[in-house]
Structure formats: structure tokens, C-alpha cells
């Protein structure tokens, strides 16, 4: 769901969701996808709003086919299936990010090093989030007379 354009301005409505909430509502829903798609699902997800942007950190990311042609050498042919992994994760990404913050994403990059198991996602936003505690977000700049709540 969407939410119209519209000011920071005035009271924020108690009906937005905290930003720790998205947060972990995000990161469990991450990892929900990430196994329906992939059948591994990355351990400790971490999600962080930075006003309107999302850093995503996740860890022990390479399923399991990926760590077999580690074992075995394939380094080259394991590069080819984690670009195309990511490639046809990412529009998926992208809706349940849209979905869960309920603004658009502008720019949605997202890597993953097989060597670590790290993966991160860099979410571009039209706009932050709207949140119950908008001073939580950092770099988020409230207007003068606008309540925290």
C-alpha cells in the first residue's frame, strides 16, 4: 500500500508503524522471500533507514549450490549464477521493499561476496518512510513545530 504525498508537517498520525518495526518487518519478510525463491534463507538481516534510503546487510547468503561450486573450484561459473541470481531476485526485492515501507524505490542495488557470504542492498527511495518516529531515522529533517510522536 502507498501513501499519498504529504508533508511532514502537523501531528504524526499514531497508525505508521515505528521505524524498528519496518525495520524487522522488512528483514523478516527479506528472508521469507529469499527462501520461497531461493530455498536458503541468509542468517542476522539487518535492515537501516537513512532517511530515503534502506542498507540492507545480510549474512551466510550463498545457498547452498553456490558453496558446492565454491568446494569445487567453479569460482568463475559461481560468479555467473550469483549475477543472475540477483538479477531475477531483484524485481521481487524491489516490490516487497515498495510493499513494506509503502514508497517507491528509485534505484535498488544489491551484491553479494562469495568469498564472506555477505550480501547487502542499497535501496534508493522516492521519499522516507512514513514512521510513528520520524527523529529515529537518521538524516531525516523535520520541519520547525512538527511533533515527534
Known sequence: MMWEEESYSGLIPSIYPTSGELERSLA????????????????????????????????????????????????????????????????????????????????LLCDTTLETGYTGILAILTQTPRVRNPNAIPKVKLERGQCDR
Do not use: M, W
Not at 36 to 49: A, E, S, T, V
Not at 68 to 96: C, F, M, Y
Open 28 to 107: 523478516q519478510s527479506l528472508q521469507a522471500l529469499y527462501n520461497c525463491h531461493l530455498g536458503h534463507r541468509p542468517q542476522k538481516l539487518i535492515c537501516h533507514l537513512f532517511a530515503n534510503k534502506l542498507a540492507v546487510v545480510g549474512e551466510e547468503a550463498i545457498t547452498p549450490v553456490e558453496q558446492l561450486l565454491l568446494k569445487n573450484g567453479g569460482s568463475d561459473l559461481n560468479q555467473v549464477v550469483r549475477t543472475t541470481i540477483e538479477s531475477a531476485i531483484k524485481p521481487h526485492l524491489k516490490a516487497l521493499i515498495e510493499e513494506i515501507l509503502g514508497v517507491q524505490v528509485v534505484e
